[in-house]
């Protein structure tokens, strides 16, 4: 009950607000979105270069976090039963496709496994090969849909970028990296290619670096008074100590310096997994602390004088 009033008291106090802060996708159940958006980012990525670098445990860790993402949207619903309508908006609603893409690389992903630890179907059978085609399409899915996501928001002027998919298709790329490389540690394997990973990932953090440079400056300079208020939140607001210590210094300082260290020399395997687990959770706190910072258009403005 206490609980329940301290909800309304919020709500209201928000509302008495002119630039009303987001609080549906970053706390209570929303929590779970957030969780479940970047784990199946991370999934998706992770198959992808684990498919590419033909890592199988890469590919089985990529299946875990798959099916991890797919609970935690579960327990975002308020009434999982009535899950089925969510999937009936597939034409207008991005949350349906993430889900029908998750669902085909989950059951696609399971079929192309199997043959990889069981002997109960060949690597080359039909089964596995449509295992491969569903896991690809799903793949792509979960790797493209959650920016438009929060693009779709347009109450939230910061969220309605056009960038903010590339962001989240970066996001991604990044994450599986972060997944290969806590693959071939988990492995005790040291793939002579490292170097290029390194490099990759360098490349694709100056991208989202870039991609979230212009989203800012577009947020600064468009003239709307919410997306600079969420801007404003990220950088010197509430939201601000995920953002410098979660996404730069733990997301962007340590791994890069970590980067650095293995072009200079080879990379231990503990070495690895800190510079996998602090780009990947870096990765989550930046999308955390860019959801939180998020501010509601007003619910009214003043209409302009007649000429």
Known sequence: MEHTR????QLIQDLRGELRPQREWCEGRGMFMVIGHFVVGVAGGTWLFSLLYGNRTGLALAFVLGGLGGLLHLA?????????????QFRRSWISRGFFGLSFFLAGAFLYLVPLFLPLWSADSVIAGIGNVLAILGMLTMIGYMGFVYTASKGIPFWNSPLHPALYIAYALRGGIAGLLLALALNAQDLPSITNLL?????????????????????????????????????????????????????????????????????????????????????????????RAGVYLPVWTPLAPQR
Request: glycine share 10%; proline share 3%; no cysteine.
């Open 6 to 9: 301290a909800k309304y008291d």
């Open 76 to 88: 975002n619903l308020g009434h999982p039963r009535r899950a089925w309508k969510m999937m009936l």
């Open 199 to 291: 490099l990759l990932w360098t490349l694709i953090t100056s991208l989202v670096i870039l991609f979230f440079a212009l989203e800012v400056h577009g947020a600064l300079t468009g003239g709307n008074a919410a997306a600079q208020r969420s801007v404003h939140e990220l950088f010197a607001g509430s939201v601000a100590i995920y953002f410098y210590d979660g996404t730069l210094l733990l997301g962007l300082v340590v791994p890069a310096w970590l980067v650095w260290t293995g072009l200079s020399g080879p990379l231990s395997l503990a070495a690895m997994v800190v510079l996998a687990l602090a780009s990947a959770f870096g990765d989550f706190f930046m999308k955390y602390s860019t959801i």
